[in-house]
């Protein structure tokens, strides 16, 4: 088996340094195996979407050498009618169905809002059952015969989950509004279509991991290996992000002040992860020879710096390995 692994960024912005280190693990994982290292824009918010990020993506992997991705470049807003045909496909084959409350009914402006009190009322409430739709035995003929007269529906996945039924309704596939494909539909399809057999990503997407491998088994395709970062957090253990803590968690910033790629590379190579030894200078070379993905630390990193002191705006260690 030849292994492909895919780096699927958002282009909503510049990249951050978690992105980029996820990016230089999937990169050196696919040098290490000899397999093939595959580009995805996820550009389906089209609001938030812009060509400078995507400019910045592709720049930024330019710059830490490692854009020498091995097939064109794949743009996910392009795959949007893929998307929709696979869970049509799943309608016709039994495993998802049409929901067709109102979309007024369905509070789609306050969805998260929705869940979160859905959870507290499982929580209050023994025996509530949140997959009892009324739709959810609807005869496939009549669905066929309502969603052909156009009347507006969403589509959900039927299955088992791992949880309780009462704690989850059935995933939504595809939203009511134009049958808007959501995220985990849509990187499915396209990890299916890119033949993708690692995911190596942070541990913020464990939550769509179960089920993401739900669409793939409804699919009848085999689910990948998949490989959750541990998070790289500030000095005060929140979450390094960009809203937050600003340029320091952008990678252009280190390209603009000067740093040496290879110096940088190296740093971000080590956050989270070791080569097995206290050795922490190391070439490209060398990088993928000792690379592994048992070497990636469980514990999260800790990216230093200190806001209130020009000496130290980012991390000692990175200014270090760029011999400042």
């Not at 951050?16 to 397999?35: E, Y």
């Not at 690692?198 to 088994?217: A, C, F, P, W």
């Not at 000095?235 to 600003?246: D, E, I, M, Q, T």
């Not at 590379?265 to 490209?284: C, H, K, Q, V």
Request: charged share 30%; net charge neutral; hydrophobic share 40%.
């Amino acid at each position: 088996m030849t292994v492909r692994v895919r780096f699927a960024p958002s282009p909503t912005g510049y990249l951050h340094l978690g992105a980029a280190r996820a990016a230089l693990f999937n990169w050196l994982f696919a040098r290490k195996c000899g397999g093939k290292f595959l580009l995805r824009i996820e550009d389906t918010d089209l609001q938030r979407s812009t060509d400078e990020s995507t400019r910045s993506i592709l720049e930024g992997l330019e710059w830490l050498g490692i854009g020498d991705y091995d097939e064109e470049v794949v743009f996910q807003s392009r795959n949007a009618d893929k998307h929709r045909a696979a869970a049509l496909r799943l309608i016709e084959e039994g495993k998802a169905y049409r929901d067709f409350t109102p979309k007024e009914d369905r509070a789609d402006a306050n969805v998260k809002r929705e869940i979160a009190e859905r959870a507290r009322t499982a929580a209050a409430v023994e025996g509530v059952d949140h997959r009892s739709n009324p739709y959810r035995d609807l005869p496939l003929e009549e669905s066929n015969r309502r969603g052909a007269a156009g009347e507006p529906f969403a589509v959900r996945l039927y299955g088992e989950q791992v949880r309780a039924y009462s704690e989850i309704e059935d995933l939504v596939l595809l939203r009511s509004s134009e049958l808007s494909p959501l995220y985990n539909l849509s990187v499915v399809v396209d990890d299916i279509e890119m033949a993708v057999t690692h995911v190596i990503r942070g541990q913020d997407h464990l939550t769509n991991t179960h089920k993401q491998v739900l669409i793939y088994q409804a699919l009848g395709t085999p689910v990948p290996v998949f490989a959750h970062l541990p998070l790289i957090l500030a000095p005060n253990k929140a979450k390094l992000s960009k809203r937050k803590h600003g340029e320091v968690v952008s990678l252009t910033t280190y390209r603009d002040r000067g740093f040496i790629p290879a110096a940088f590379r190296n740093f971000l190579a080590l956050l989270g992860w070791s080569p097995g030894d206290d050795r922490e200078i190391m070439s490209l070379e060398e990088l993928i020879s000792r690379f592994s993905l048992e070497g990636i630390h469980r514990s999260n990193a800790v990216f230093n710096f200190n806001e209130r002191d020009a000496r130290q705006w980012t991390d000692q260690k990175a200014l270090w390995m760029n011999a400042e």
